[in-house]
């Protein structure tokens, strides 16, 4: 099983959209300062992630929502679980 996953800046709100086979793992490489990507941007919550059944699906997902339609998904999805903090960058 693979996730598709996205997280969320507490320092400037901004989003971090990733994937892996490991979501507990991955996180924590996240909040320990060990990807380059997100270091200077801890600390960060998950905020919303979906399983896919491959890898090769959990790539596709994650190019989704980089673009422009995608964002516009997750943001509608982070707006009905009320993350309202999320829809102002």
Known sequence: MYYTYVLQSLKDY???????????KRFWEHQTGKVTATKNRRPLKLVYYEACLDKKSAIKREKYFKTGFGRRYLKERL??????EILDD
């Open 14 to 24: 901004k989003l971090y959209i990733g994937f892996t086979d490991n979501l507990r």
């Open 79 to 84: 707006r009905l679980l009320k993350l309202p």
